[in-house]
């Protein structure tokens, strides 16, 4: 079996990863702006605020053991995957650290309740997530199983969408009995469990099928937990980098501004999806030095090219989405998710980095890439949420995420020799300004409450961007990829 070229692995995970996880986060959305609609403003922060938590611990939870099995749970070769004695140890440390996580987060429900956040009814709600931070954690790992194994649309099915599909029709099933908080965090916990049902379901029979390579026991056992250790510790500040803003607002603010914030915080969430998925789909590549420096370099563009024009059409229709999605009382949210989005520009950028310092040997380089993103991070909410409120919040995610990733370009360059050409950089920012104009033009107010009446433009923003970037000249690779998509679009002869 020949292996494919970096490019077209890549854009194969990439494709599906990315469907995927929209998929998965437009079943999120449209839960949470039921619920955003049925609890009120203040309630959906008390919400937003026991979901963060969780959310945090469940990703902390895994221990690094994910990305673990990709790099040493399977033996990656051109007939394929073949299962390592490695791999049972990491599956097991997963799973025992998920219910440890969960017992912990029962345990300290009324520390965190009354003294971190001094909300005592917080104290309940987190009790009844308690199982929800383990089934997370428990979701991590199988994800991290199903990439091992090289299949991207399984890993993305358990870990992305599962959950938040079955939460949504929980919620829809419930939503004309009054939900309350209570019975709302009942069922996105009872989702949560299903999911890791169904998931271990769907993953076992390829465990069970895939060959092994007769290593003894011992063989990469000690390897495997050292990375498994520094990539729990980047997993960690990572996490923290990504739901610190909504606990720091809880913490110090009304629990509306946390309502607020997580509204813009999860159409902006598009952009964590297209990083955090060219990072998935560029890891397997990583893994292999002759093919990770192509690799880092389509991954950039690939994510780029998508996230661009998404940015141009967010940040003209940011009042009217948020309005349209979840209320009117949300539109005010609307300067939070334009500095969401421009960081998460930045983040799309950074994103294929990780893959390739984590995957290549040097997880130590980006761990320490993320720690100094998570000290800033929280440095800056610190100082920006007691006076800004929401908007300091969104502030300080996109001002964390500079440093970041200035120190992974850098770290990727001096390792792989990878330098990012003037061109390159500034035909896609030429196509959006294009894109922006166009989208400007048809733009129908910051009143507009229907999706519909938004479509206009998103397409013109989408169809200017691509024209633009076709006319100011494709790269080789890109040229390959376009030309292989319309071949396989053109009709079959009769």
Same mark, same amino acid.
């Given at each position: ?32 702006? #039921? ?28 221990? /690094? ?160 937990? *050292?990375?498994?250790?520094? &990539? ?8 923290? &980098? ?16 946390? /309502? ?6 999860? #159409?902006?969430?598009?952009?964590? #999806? ?32 998508v996230a661009l024009p998404s940015a141009v059409f967010l940040i003209l229709e940011a009042q009217a989405l948020l309005g349209a999605i979840y209320g009117e009382p949300y539109a005010a949210a609307d300067t939070c998710l334009v500095l969401l989005t421009l960081g998460g520009l930045i983040g799309v950028a950074a994103g294929p980095a990780s893959a390739a310092l984590v995957m290549g040997g040097r997880a *130590? ?19 920006? #949420? ?40 500034? *035909? ?7 894109? /922006? ?42 040229? !390959? ?5 319309? &071949? !396989?679009? *053109?009709?079959?002869?009769?």
């Open positions: 079996m020949g292996t494919r070229s970096a490019g077209a692995e890549l854009l194969a995970g990439f494709g599906v990863t990315v469907a995927g996880r929209i998929a998965g986060r437009g079943a999120q959305v449209a839960m949470q702006a #039921i619920l955003a609609r049925l609890l009120g403003v203040d309630v959906f922060g008390l919400y937003t605020i026991a979901w963060s938590a969780v959310r945090l611990l469940g990703s902390v939870g895994a221990l /690094g053991v994910p990305r673990a099995l990709v790099r040493h749970g399977c033996r990656l070769g051109e007939d394929g995957p073949a299962w390592r004695p490695a791999g049972w140890l990491l599956l097991a440390l997963g799973i025992a650290a998920a219910a440890a996580c969960g017992a912990l987060f029962w345990l300290g429900r009324s520390l965190l309740g009354q003294t971190v956040f001094g909300r005592p009814e917080l104290a309940d709600a987190f009790g009844g997530l308690a199982p929800a931070a383990a089934a997370l954690a428990v979701l991590g790992v199988l994800g991290g199983l199903a990439r091992a194994l090289g299949r991207h649309g399984l890993a993305v099915l358990v870990q992305d969408a599962l959950q938040p599909w079955l939460g949504l029709v929980l919620v829809l099933a419930f939503a004309g009995t009054g939900l309350g908080l209570g019975t709302a965090l009942d069922l996105i916990s009872l989702s949560c469990l299903l999911a890791v049902l169904a998931g271990g379901a769907v993953v076992a029979p390829w465990v069970v099928r895939l060959p092994r390579t007769g290593e003894p026991w011992s063989a990469g056992a000690p390897a495997a937990l *050292k990375f498994a250790g520094v &990539t729990a510790l980047t997993g960690s500040f990572a996490s923290v &980098t990504l739901w610190t803003d909504r606990l720091m607002l809880g913490a110090l603010q009304p629990a509306a501004e946390a /309502g607020l914030y997580q509204a813009a915080v999860q #159409i902006a969430m598009l952009f964590t #999806i297209l990083g955090a998925s060219v990072a998935n789909a560029s890891e397997p590549g990583a893994v292999r030095r002759e093919t990770a420096g192509a690799t880092y370099r389509t991954g950039v563009r690939g994510a780029w090219h *130590k380089v980006w761990l320490l890439v993320v720690v100094a993103g998570a000290i800033g991070n929280v440095g800056l909410n610190l100082l920006l #949420i007691p006076w800004l409120g929401a908007e300091g919040a969104a502030l300080a995610t996109a001002l964390a995420q500079v440093p970041a990733l200035a120190v992974g370009l850098a770290a990727v360059a001096r390792v792989y020799g990878f330098r990012p050409r003037l061109e390159g950089v500034l *035909k896609p920012v030429l196509a959006a300004l294009a894109a /922006g104009c166009a989208g400007a033009v048809l733009d129908p107010g910051p009143d507009t409450t229907g999706l519909l009446r938004l479509a206009p433009v998103a397409a013109a923003v989408f169809t200017a961007y691509g024209a633009a970037l076709l006319g100011l000249g494709l790269e080789a690779d890109e040229s !390959r990829f376009v030309g292989r998509l319309l &071949t !396989r679009l *053109k009709p079959n002869p009769a």
